[in-house]
């Protein structure tokens, strides 16, 4: 329970207050203008009323207007505001067609979490030049791929005690992906230390 009274006094009276000014604007609400204000209101802003009503009934001749005029050889007056357009021709329906083959259904575009994708196959090492064998981990490797590409590579000669190794210091899963430069005849630990550095 709140121990501030002066924040229970203060919400009490904004509750009130909120109260009375919405009855305040619901009861001020104002009648629907008459046609004479409504005019008025128009007039003021340049505007002119116009009742359907009487703008039908004055656009239309009365048949004997329309008689009249027809007597005389003039053309009958047709309404300014509505032209006379020949209606349109109704559709024809098109013949049926046989269905064609379903195309395949779309992939489903999720937001939920990345789905991780198979690792990239790596590339090629770059031959050694002066001792020196350059080589780029890819994303998502295995330790045992890892190995595998590192001997390939001549970086380690033997991948039993490379996974031995990597695996008493438990770090199968914080290899970093990126290029690496390993000299011939380095050690597994200073491998593991440079597969295992994050690169900045």
Do not use: C, H, W
């Not at 004479?36 to 003021?44: F, G, H, K, N």
């Not at 006379?84 to 379903?102: L, Q």
């Not at 190995?147 to 039993?160: H, P, Q, R």
């Not at 190794?165 to 380095?186: D, H, L, M």
């Amino acid at each position: 329970m709140m121990k501030n009274r002066f924040f229970m006094l203060g919400l009490g009276v904004g509750l009130i207050a909120g109260a009375l000014l919405l009855q305040l604007m619901i009861a001020g609400r104002t009648a629907p203008l008459t046609k004479e204000e409504l005019i008025r209101q128009a007039a003021s802003l340049k505007l002119t009323v116009v009742d359907p009503a009487e703008a039908a009934a004055t656009a239309t001749p009365s048949p004997e207007e329309a008689a009249k005029a027809q007597a005389s050889g003039a053309p009958a007056a047709t309404p300014a505001s509505t032209p006379a357009v020949p209606p349109k021709p109704a559709a024809v329906p098109s013949a049926a067609t046989t269905p064609g083959k379903p195309s395949a259904p779309a992939q489903p575009q999720s937001t939920a979490a990345p789905v991780t994708k198979a690792p990239a196959t790596p590339e090629a090492p770059v031959a050694a030049v002066d001792g020196v064998i350059s080589l780029k981990i890819p994303t998502g490797i295995t330790l045992a791929q890892t190995a595998d590409l590192l001997a390939e590579a001549g970086v380690i000669e033997d991948k039993n005690k490379f996974l031995q190794t990597a695996n008493s210091r438990k770090v199968n899963t914080i290899i970093q992906y990126g290029s690496y430069s390993f000299t011939k005849g380095e050690s597994i630990n200073s491998i593991i230390d440079k597969l295992i550095t994050v690169k900045k």
